[in-house]
């Protein structure tokens, strides 16, 4: 019983003192008023701390669960599918409340307030939604929700790992959530085909992989992906630029470079890409080719492309690089690639060879020099037979900038270097650094990573360039005398 019900209903004789809000009507008013806040203070307060806890309070979500679906006229499995809009889920919504609270009624069920509304949300989050996941998936602070079978979940919050207290109730329940999120966009999930990439309807990227792979359980990566995505300046808050940097970019990329990311995973280069694209002027039709849609661009004029898998026949796969070809055909003044994994990589080469410039994509490589070797090797995945020196000069003469990203010890991520491809000479490519980050140290105490970006004080060679299109450098932000 909540504490505003327990004053409405307890005896007057219990409390007999002229100054009681029953004896004086204002006062019974500024108590009613001051318990509400402390009531409504004490809902956000969370109950359900401990795994113990939340095994308890599934126990009953669950087994409402059950009831309603077999009690309810309403068809739950099917219309959880695909809610049009937002009347017909509020609908829905009470209609649920409406079946619970006469379960509760007919079971003389007795909850507090906080924990009815706790209970009708936990169910209609499992008949319509996800269930334990939807708290984590409507916390904006958090970016990764990576769950290792039904009693392990962890966070990602600024960048750190975390356990929370989330379960499911078994893995039976962890695999249901996972067959309606990639039954939701028409994909399969079962023994014979254990691993799937979804999306959920926010654009958060999501994969799955069950047993009999996945030995300790169902498993699932959701990384979440905000509506606009991070503009550069969000990311000069973060700390991963500067502001000399981002102007510098922002000429690069107005100066129509071709520009290659290269980070190792999750270090922030389908972030930085995105923000990076913004910056493409408005009137440039950009096509964008990504496994899965992840960019979000403002321009007016953007076609998205998403790659897709083989069905279970094996047939009507479309790839990377199926897309890159078709795009040329598109007459795309950019072409953005999310990433470069294989085969693709000769084409969109190819591509800025031949006068397809401004072009954009990110690869996964640990530094910038490393990251020339690796599109060597994707390169000889296309199955061409080309001299590794004829690749090479077509990389030298592709890409005009990379920017290394990386992800600290401290879970930040940074913009470690900035370099520009110039040139080839006796079969090495040449690259000078323009920007890098020097760590110092660690602080002690709160082992946040220390240290510095710094222009190198070289000039880059494609200065002309930018000048050429009429891009004012200010010659300062390169740190020179
Ligand atoms: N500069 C940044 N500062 C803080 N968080 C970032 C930054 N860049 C990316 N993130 C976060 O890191 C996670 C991984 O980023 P993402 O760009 O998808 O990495 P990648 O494409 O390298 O795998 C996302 O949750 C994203 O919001
Ligand atoms: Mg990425």
New binding site residues.
Partial sequence: MSLLDRINTEPPSARQDKNTPEANPALNEAARQIIANLESRMDKEPRLKTKEDRRAFLKKVIGLHRELIKNSDLNLTELSADLQNNTEQKKLYSAIEQEVLEIFDTNKQYYSRQEKAEIIEAVVSETLGLGPLDELINDSSV??IMVNGCNKVFVERK?ILEETPVIFFDDDHLKRIIVRIVSKIGRHIDEGMPMVDARLKDGSRVNAIIPPIALTGPTLTI??FSEKG?TCKD?IK?G?LTPAMETFLRLCVEAKLNIIVS?G????????LNALSNFIPNDDRIVTIEDSAELRLQQNHVIICETRPPNIEGTGEITIRDLVRNSLRMRPDRIVVGECRGGETLDMLQAMNTGHDGSMT?AHANSPKDLITRLETMVLMAGVDLPIKAIRQQIASAFDLVIQ?SRLQDG??KIVKISEVCGIEEDLILMNDIFVFEQTGVHSQTRKVEGAFKPTGIVPDFLHKLEAKGLKVPIGIFGGL
Avoid: H, P
Wanted: hydrophobic share 15%; charged share 25%; no cysteine.
């Fill in positions: 970016s990764e960048g990384r979440k991070y990311l973060f991963s980070g995973t999750g270090s922030g280069k389908t972030t930085l990110t990203q930040s991520r």
